[in-house]
T-cell receptor, first 111, second 120 residues
Framework: QKEVEQDPGPLSVPEGAIVSLNCTYS??????FMWYRQYSRKGPELLMY????GNKEDGRFTAQVDKSSKYISLFIRDSQPSDSATYLC???????????FGPGTSLSVIP | GAVVSQHPSRVICKSGTSVKIECRSL??????MFWYRQFPKQSLMLMAT?????????EQGVEKDKFLINHASLTLSTLTVTSAHPEDSSFYIC????????????????FGPGTRLTVL
């Protein structure tokens, strides 16, 4: 079993839709959870950063962490064509531990 | 957020040659830098972790004599792919740990734009 699992997609939605992206993980020691967006042939860009369980909102993005279920989500409201990218969940145990990435979900927002 | 640059952005070389990739943290000091490689449609695979002034720690399966990492200062780390072969062709990405402008956390990883290496 991989440490972090994520549906690779591709996921295609119409502009304005609400997008839900999810990851599951197996190691209960993970405490720091992140979502990165990666455009084609570019480095990942940090979108959301969460410590432990709970929700966090930033503009159109909401991150949720449920440690009891080992499940994290990223919601994108009012999706835009510019949101089309690969979304990577990532997590680690301690502040300076190595980050483990999910395989990424490819998202296309159709105008 | 913090800025990390990489140079070159793209390099094509002949088999058997060595290639050096530079990673710089432009507006923060990165005591720890990471090097990843990414194959098409796959996630980032950590190759090694480097701390300024000390030897890099390599992940299992990564040849330290082939992928030489130097982290001589708080703003510069280099990855040298020695005697490159076509199977080394990949997208190499570095990251440094700095302070997040989003969360204020002092342990956020910021990524460079990546270097695409093609070995002929």
């Amino acid at each position: 079993q991989k440490e972090v699992e994520q549906d690779p997609g591709p996921l295609s939605v119409p502009e304005g839709a609400i997008v839900s992206l999810n990851c599951t993980y197996s190691n209960s020691a993970f405490q720091y959870f992140m979502w990165y967006r990666q455009y084609s042939r570019k480095g990942p860009e940090l979108l959301m950063y969460t410590y432990s369980s709970g929700n966090k909102e930033d503009g159109r993005f909401t991150a949720q962490v449920d440690k009891s279920s080992k499940y994290i989500s990223l919601f994108i409201r009012d999706s835009q064509p510019s949101d089309s990218a690969t979304y990577l969940c990532a997590m680690r145990k301690t502040s300076y531990d190595k980050v483990i990435f999910g395989p990424g979900t490819s998202l296309s927002v159709i105008p | 957020g913090a800025v990390v640059s990489q140079h070159p952005s793209r390099v094509i070389c002949k088999s058997g040659t060595s290639v050096k990739i530079e990673c710089r943290s432009l507006d923060f000091q990165a005591t720890t830098m990471f090097w990843y490689r990414q194959f098409p449609k796959q996630s980032l695979m950590l190759m090694a972790t480097s701390n300024e002034g000390s030897k890099a720690t390599y992940e299992q399966g990564v040849e330290k004599d082939k992928f030489l990492i130097n982290h001589a200062s708080l703003t510069l780390s280099t990855l040298t792919v020695t005697s490159a072969h076509p199977e080394d062709s990949s997208f190499y990405i570095c990251s440094g740990i700095g302070t997040s402008g989003i969360s204020g956390a002092t342990d956020t990883q910021y990524f460079g734009p990546g270097t695409r290496l093609t070995v002929l």
